[in-house]
């Protein structure tokens, strides 16, 4: 059975709707890549998942629904969010973001050791761990907001354009890590990513979305090999 199952997802602000029902399952551990052009729906779908809009349809995780509930609720369920933009609270501390993503856990003892278990991943933060987040570089910022995300200790991490605005090595190196978190953890991944090659690399299913629609699924090996995915997004014929 999958771990996240979306059916029939309706979506949008005010009256204009995004989603159309958008229909879906990734199987529990797996990395789902969601391509698409601007505008597509791609980030309201990530957030119908995480309870930031309103939505009709289903969408459960584990057998739980998370469609309806407030964003705190589906955190407290294991969906991390990392926004597009990274969501950084720039004023406080690399430290005091860190803490926050541990908001809704209890364990003291836990949640320091996930802090060691963070720098393992981003030993860079353990070296900034009292500066502003504001003073970081934009790749650091991004490491910050995905250690952030750990915090949680999620069941399912969702990320909304990893990539934007980070030079090309930071980026591969970023999408290393999540891949090893995928792998090690068996964290469930949901990534919207402009860098089809990126995302396709690391995922193991992927879903090409149009007008709030899934107009193409398969393998992320299918969808690489798909003639109108390697010409729109890919940048070649095959």
Request: glycine share 12%.
């Amino acid at each position: 059975m999958s771990d996240l199952v979306v059916d029939g997802l309706v979506a949008g602000y005010g009256d204009v709707r995004v989603l159309h029902g958008v229909s879906f399952g990734v199987k529990q551990g797996e990395v789902c890549a969601i391509l698409g052009p601007n505008g597509a729906g791609k980030t309201t779908l990530l957030r119908a998942l995480s309870g930031m809009v309103r939505t009709r349809g289903t969408a459960t995780l584990g057998g739980t629904e998370l469609a309806g509930r407030s964003p705190d609720t589906v955190a407290r369920l294991g969906v991390a969010h990392v926004p597009e933009g990274r969501g950084t609270f720039m004023p406080l501390t690399v430290e005091d973001n860190l803490r926050l993503g541990a908001f809704v856990r209890r364990g003291r003892a836990e949640i320091e050791a996930d802090l060691d278990r963070i720098f393992t991943y981003f030993p860079v933060l353990k070296t900034r761990l009292k500066q502003e987040a504001g003073s970081l570089s934009g790749g650091e910022q991004q490491m910050l907001a995905l250690g952030r995300a750990l915090m949680l200790r999620p069941r399912l991490l969702l990320l909304d354009e990893p990539s934007l605005g980070l030079a090309p090595l930071v980026t591969r190196e970023l999408f290393r890590i999540v891949q090893a978190i995928n792998a090690e953890e068996q964290t469930t991944v949901v990534v919207v990513e402009q860098n089809a090659h990126l995302a396709l690399g690391i995922a193991q299913q992927a879903h090409v979305l149009e007008t709030g629609r899934i107009v193409l699924s398969g393998t992320a090996e299918e969808i690489r090999a798909d003639e109108q995915v390697a010409q729109s997004y890919l940048g070649y014929r095959v």
